[in-house]
């Protein structure tokens, strides 16, 4: 029982033809990084929101953040899949991360204006993702980053939507 408990995780080589599997993780945990802070950024925003706009953005939030949640698995997994590792330390994925935390406390407008723009960097770094993937010859990857990018554009597009004039 010891010694099954006392396997480390480690790297492998993988051969499916995908090259440059460490370029493509790479940019995957990237990726991974941004989606967990966007998880979390959405869901204190779903949390505290006010104001005439509470249900709206409490609702449209909740399926973002939701969506987010099982797609950070889905990165992760084809991470593991490459035959790397993820990050595993919480200073990692900040480190990592394009998305920032609000230096202050936000409007319900403010708080739809700043994930909007989080979303918006999320599809820039998943369209540089399709391109490493495609240079990779790694079609299962560059089909995630386009899902992604998808659903990153939509979102920017639903919250500009919700609080446009």
């Not at 396997?7 to 940019?27: F, L, M, N, Q």
């Not at 490459?82 to 919480?90: A, E, F, K, N, S």
């Not at 403010?110 to 994930?115: E, F, K, N, P, V």
């Amino acid at each position: 029982m010891t010694e099954t408990l006392s396997i480390t995780p480690r790297e492998e080589d993988v051969s499916t033809g995908v090259r440059d599997t460490r370029g493509v993780a790479d940019a995957l945990a990237n990726v991974l990084a941004d989606t967990y802070r966007l998880v979390f950024k959405t869901h204190a925003y779903h949390w505290n929101v006010e104001g005439p706009l509470f249900h709206a953005v409490h609702v449209l939030t909740e399926g973002q953040y939701e969506d987010m949640f099982a797609a950070a698995d889905v990165v992760a997994e084809r991470i593991r899949a490459l035959g790397c590792l993820t990050p595993m330390r919480m200073s990692d994925i900040m480190a990592l991360s394009r998305v920032e935390d609000a230096r202050k406390p936000l409007t319900a407008g403010g708080m739809i204006a700043d994930l909007a723009a989080d979303h918006e960097k999320i599809a820039h770094r998943l369209h540089a993702l399709a391109k490493v993937a495609g240079d990779a010859n790694d079609i299962v990857t560059e089909d995630v980053a386009t899902a992604r990018s998808a659903f990153h554009e939509k979102a920017a597009w639903m919250l500009r939507s919700l609080a446009a004039r």
